[in-house]
């Protein structure tokens, strides 16, 4: 199994701490987007059908791009991405040739709630940042802070219906704590509901 890392290799450091079978092995290289066609071909020339991709979003057209010009792209090679973004890049070219690609996402597009906010979304395409792109799939960075700005006014709100909010000015300087932030704080803790990528719950509930 070969691994392609941009940077460090901390979100593959499990691979390390599997038992690894005798009959395999794993390569590791750290590359960017002006070497990928380079280490696919050698991973070619190796006879390795197995290959995991941890990468930068922005990087994978490029990857994609060199993994068609080496021809590396039909049903005897398995890729395994770590990205939660590879459905929002154009795959077409890899539909027909049955390749093996597996990765995750956090985003059911097919929930009612995140078609509903979606559909919201891309009223304000045009003055805004193109957030959803032509798949209509919303990228994980943008849905997580749709969700943490969410969880906020949560428990803004929450924190209001008790007592009156007394916004203050603060410093870099000084270490004084704002009166209310504890108590914000403790709201936003226990806010529980259902956002764009999936149900969000800061607090795991105790076991009866």
């Known amino acids: ?12 450091q499990e691979l390390l701490k599997l038992p690894v ?19 696919l071909r050698d991973i070619k020339g190796r006879g ?7 990468t930068k979003p922005d990087n ?26 590879v459905e929002t890049y154009n795959l ?12 995750y996402r956090l985003i059911d597009t097919e929930h009612c709630n995140v078609k509903k906010t979606l559909k919201d979304m891309e009223k304000f395409q045009s003055i805004g940042h193109h957030i959803i792109n032509k798949t209509n799939v919303i990228k994980t960075e943008p849905a997580l802070i749709y969700d943490s700005v ?3 006014a949560w428990g803004l709100n929450a924190l209001q219906g008790g007592t009156t909010l007394r916004p203050v000015n603060v410093s870099c300087e000084e270490e004084v704590p704002w009166t209310d932030g504890s108590s914000l704080f403790n709201y936003i803790n226990s806010v529980e509901f259902c956002g764009l990528t999936g149900k969000i719950q800061f ?6």
């Open 150 to 152: 969410y969880a906020l």
């Open 92 to 103: 077409e070219d890899f539909k027909y040739n049955f390749v093996n690609m597996t990765a």
């Open 48 to 54: 390795i059908y197995s290959i995991v991709v941890d």
């Open 1 to 12: 199994m070969d691994c392609i890392y941009r940077d460090t290799l901390i979100n593959l």
């Open 203 to 208: 607090k795991g509930r105790s076991e009866e």
């Open 21 to 39: 079978p005798k009959n395999v092995q794993y390569v590791f290289r750290k590359t960017d987007q002006r070497g990928f066609r380079d280490v």
């Open 60 to 85: 994978l057209p490029h990857l994609l791009k060199a993994i068609l010009q080496v021809q590396m792209n039909d049903y005897k090679y398995y890729y395994h991405f770590t990205t939660l973004d």
